[in-house]
Structures are given as structure tokens and as C-alpha cells.
């Protein structure tokens, strides 16, 4: 099936320091979310996008709509320990009324 | 408050006991689906419905049945479960496409299966 590629896989980062993550598809989006997983709970919706360019924020969290539709991106701003987490995007491609598809999740790490 | 309700959280069994993950939710949501979480691999889905009685095939429905009798349920059922279906499941719900809201899932806090 389609496949939207995540990345990093994994972060490790200072307490303080900004975080960035994107996701990019093959094929045209006309959706993009973005969840975060608290360990040992179910994902959480931060961010949803619904058309080119649109730039949305939540607290520190930034999401961007990517121009071309094949890619979001995710900035966290000065982090904090209670970032951690798996982050992860998610996408229904353009012209589809079928199911959302799952990026693999970024990692993240803060130390204090 | 909104939400996906799944039981039980944990749970170990042997292979070839049959078992049944339950479902619900509470925000009338038309569309439900299941999901396995295994590491390296994020979330892959198993099965889906988009109302009652409506029920179909996700990326990985091997060795898994699923009903929807009901709008707020949707019960996970492993007739004989195999220790490669040790992993965390997670259920969600949706608004249907077209709707506000659509494709925003809620997710419940997950089940861990682990077959001996």
C-alpha cells in the first residue's frame, strides 16, 4: 500500500533546543495530522492541516501544509522533558475517501 | 468526555485460545478501525468500518475477524491467536468522510497481547 516516509527516525536532543520532523508521500495529500504518543497511551491529535501552504499552531508546535501537497513538516520550539514521546504524521491521499495512512513515528528524546 | 474505551489493557495468553478486544466509543462516530502497533514498523491497520454492518480489510486482517452490530462498538476478535499477533492494539474513531471532522481519529489507550 502507499507509504509515507517519516523522518528522523529517532531524536535525541538537549532540553531547550528546537525539534524538526517531516513527512513526505509520492502522491498528492489533501490531509495532513499529526499525533503525538505518550508512553504507554494511545496517539493524541496535536495538529490537522487541510490545504497547501497552511501553517498552524499549537503552543511551541508548528505544522506546515507542504506547497507541492507531498509533505508536512512538525517544528517543536525550546523543548521540554515532557515532549517525549513518538511523534507521528498522517495523511489521506488527494481524491481518496479511503483510510488515513500512518507515517513509522519519530522518537523523541529530551534530556534535561 | 469523548472517547474510545478499550478492554481489556493488558493480557497474556496461550496460542489457540480464542479472544475478543472490546470497543467503544462514545462519540456517535460513524468510522472505526483497528490498529497494531509493533516497533519499527508504527501503525499498521487491521480492519476498518464505515458504519454498521460495513466492515473491510485493512494492510494486515490475517488471522484477525472484526463485527459492527452496533455504531458504538467494534470488537477485535482473535479466533486463534499466535504469538506473532503479540502487539499493541490500538482502536479509533472517526466522523465519516465528508464531515466535519473527518479523519480526525481518537484513539483509545491501547491493548498489549502477548501470546505464549
Known amino acids: 500500500g502507499q507509504q509515507l516516509n517519516q523522518s528522523p527516525q529517532s531524536m535525541f536532543i538537549q532540553e531547550g533546543e528546537d525539534v524538526s520532523m517531516n513527512c513526505t508521500s509520492s502522491s498528492i495529500f489533501n490531509t495532513w495530522l499529526w499525533y503525538k504518543q505518550d508512553p504507554g497511551e494511545g496517539p493524541v491529535l496535536l495538529i490537522a492541516?487541510?490545504?497547501?501552504?497552511e501553517l498552524t499552531s499549537n503552543g511551541r508546535l508548528t505544522a506546515q501544509f507542504g506547497i507541492t501537497r507531498k509533505d508536512s513538516f512538525l517544528n517543536i520550539s525550546a523543548s521540554i522533558p515532557s515532549d517525549v514521546g513518538i511523534y507521528f504524521c498522517?495523511?489521506?491521499?488527494?481524491?481518496?475517501?479511503?483510510?488515513?495512512?500512518f507515517g513509522k513515528g519519530t522518537k523523541l528524546s529530551v534530556k534535561p | 468526555e469523548a472517547q474510545v474505551t478499550q478492554n481489556p489493557r493488558y493480557l497474556i495468553t496461550v496460542t489457540g485460545k480464542k479472544l475478543t478486544v472490546t470497543c467503544s466509543q462514545n462519540?456517535?462516530?460513524?468510522?472505526m478501525s483497528w490498529y497494531r502497533q509493533d516497533p519499527g514498523l508504527g501503525l499498521r491497520q487491521i480492519y476498518y468500518s464505515m458504519n454498521v454492518e460495513v466492515t473491510d480489510k485493512g494492510d494486515v486482517p490475517e488471522g484477525y475477524k472484526v463485527s459492527r452490530k452496533e455504531k458504538r462498538n467494534f470488537p477485535l476478535i482473535l479466533e486463534s491467536p499466535s504469538p506473532n499477533q503479540t502487539s499493541l492494539y490500538f482502536c479509533?474513531?472517526?466522523?465519516?468522510?465528508?464531515?466535519?471532522?473527518?479523519?480526525?481519529?481518537?484513539f483509545g489507550a491501547g491493548s498489549r497481547l502477548t501470546v505464549l
Open positions: 462519540m456517535n462516530h460513524e468510522y
Open positions: 498522517a495523511g489521506r491521499p488527494g481524491g481518496s475517501q479511503g483510510n488515513l495512512i
Open positions: 479509533a474513531s472517526s466522523r465519516k468522510s465528508g464531515s466535519s471532522g473527518a479523519n480526525v481519529l481518537t
Open positions: 492541516l487541510y490545504k497547501a501552504g
